[in-house]
């Protein structure tokens, strides 16, 4: 079966676009990164792209103000001169119209800092804490107009240690951010992560024992 043609967008440094980029390289991956496009110039994960040999593109958001669907009609026709059939998001800071979704509908996915459907938006580490859950983690979801709220494809999960800061909590979700992100991509870009009644299921199981269980009582 022939590689999916994906796209990566960025605005920054694009730590998750290089977990992608390097799960990519397997030999029976299904997906090859094609393009790496940017919403701003200069955007560290631009470089990083550029030296894995990967085509590099920017579209600057800025110059189009509040007319957003002006810029993203700008960013579609882009994705198609590339043949682009898959879309990842990868810490792309734009909030996209209805309509920019519409044209990607089933085939673009986005990585959340946080379990969703609880602590959609920003600042999901600090809200965490504040709440005081005991379990924290990422999700890889299809992206819907409503922000952080389509069917989700993957989640993974970490224990929230007394001691934890906002950053030393990030710092353990990003490194599930970088396991579960790419494992979603091999699932859609396969074919075997598929939408149905608003909700993605597929043929992959769970962890070995299913269970992350935090505080733990030795």
């Not at 560290?44 to 030296?51: I, N, P, Q, T």
């Not at 983690?137 to 107009?145: M, Y």
């Not at 906002?166 to 494992?183: F, K, S």
């Amino acid at each position: 079966m022939a590689k999916r043609r994906v796209a990566i967008l960025i605005s920054g440094r694009g730590s998750n676009m290089t977990a992608l980029i390097e799960a990519a390289k397997a030999q029976d991956f299904p997906a090859e990164i094609v393009l790496v496009l940017s919403n701003i110039a200069g955007a560290a994960g631009l470089a990083k792209a550029s030296e894995a040999g990967i085509e590099t593109a920017t579209i600057e958001s800025k110059p189009f103000g509040k007319d957003r669907e002006a810029f993203e009609r700008k960013l579609q026709d882009t994705l198609v001169a590339h043949n682009i059939e898959l879309v990842c998001l990868a810490g792309f800071l734009r909030l996209l119209t209805p309509w920019f979704v519409r044209q990607w509908d089933g085939r673009m996915i986005n990585i959340h800092p946080a379990l969703l459907p609880s602590y959609k938006g920003l600042h999901t580490h600090e809200r965490a804490l504040a709440d005081g859950v005991k379990i924290h983690g990422a999700t890889v979801h299809f992206v819907v107009p409503e922000m952080d709220s389509g069917p989700i494809v993957m989640q993974g999960a970490v224990a929230v240690l007394d001691n934890d800061t906002p950053d030393t909590l990030a710092a353990r979700v990003l490194g599930v951010e970088h396991r579960i992100y790419p494992d979603s991509l091999r699932l859609v870009a396969s074919g075997n992560a598929r939408l149905a009644n608003g909700r993605c299921v597929t043929d992959a199981k769970g962890s070995p024992d299913d269970a992350l269980i935090s505080p733990e009582v030795i």
